[in-house]
């Protein structure tokens, strides 16, 4: 159980163009994902906070308008990067969070298996 | 300010022989403790956790420890496999964080055949 699924896993694009990640949760009902970047050797920086029904909350220093968060139905957040730049080069990280009452162990959150975005 | 650290970027063991991986917080509101373990080019993978309310959860081969007082855990594998080689990050939350997990920055195991 608690599989989350990312598409694609692999995108290279030109510069100035946008790109479009989807997450899924396959076999549960997410009602917070996370998105994340990963830089080379680096821990996972947790760029925005998507939760079903209602607006992203972005980390300081990401900007929204460059990252869009959609978290349109309980299994899917797509994260678009619009006129995607060099720098914005890295290995994307969504998860999801097992809902449900009772417990920190809602807490845990369950990764997809990344995508790497590569702008030329 | 990094709230969770791993000090040792890098450990390497003997198959069959215990691996002992650390983690301090800085974060006294940290009550729920996480490890994840991560192979390069892919996601985090959800191995163990604990509640502040315990001081040891066991699954397997995996023992977390809590120690509050010092604020520290550790996860201790037994035995180790070459499977096991990978980079394990520590991450921790509290109540009222919104659900966000604050990771460390990762050990890279290396287990020896």
């Known amino acids: 159980g608690a599989v989350v699924s990312q598409h694609p896993s692999r995108v290279i694009c030109k510069s100035g163009t946008s790109v479009k990640i989807e997450c899924r949760s396959l076999?549960?009902?997410?009602?917070?994902m996370f998105w994340y970047r990963q830089f080379p050797k680096q821990s996972l920086m947790l760029m925005a906070t998507?939760?079903?029904?209602?607006?992203?909350?972005?980390e300081q220093g990401v900007e929204k308008d460059k990252f869009l968060i959609n978290h349109a139905s309980l299994t899917l957040s797509t994260l678009t990067v619009t006129s995607a730049h060099p720098e914005d080069s890295s290995f994307y990280i969504c998860s999801a969070r097992l809902g449900g009452a009772g417990g920190r162990s809602t807490d845990t959150q369950y990764f997809g298996p990344g995508t790497r975005l590569t702008v030329l | 300010d990094q709230q969770v650290k791993q000090n040792s970027p890098s450990l390497s063991v003997q198959e069959g022989r215990i691996s002992i991986l650390n983690c301090d917080y800085t974060n006294s509101m940290f009550d729920y403790f996480l490890w994840y373990k991560k192979y390069p080019a892919e996601g985090p993978t959800f191995l163990i956790s604990i509640s502040s309310i315990k001081d040891k959860n066991e699954d397997g081969r995996f023992t977390v420890f809590l120690n509050k007082s010092a604020k520290h855990l550790s996860l201790h594998i037994v035995p180790s496999q070459p499977g096991d080689s990978a980079v394990y990050f520590c991450a921790a939350s509290y109540g009222g964080s919104n659900y966000k997990l604050t990771f460390g920055k990762g050990t890279l195991l290396t287990v020896n055949p």
């Open positions: 076999d549960f009902q997410a009602t917070t």
């Open positions: 998507s939760n079903e029904g209602s607006k992203a909350t972005y």
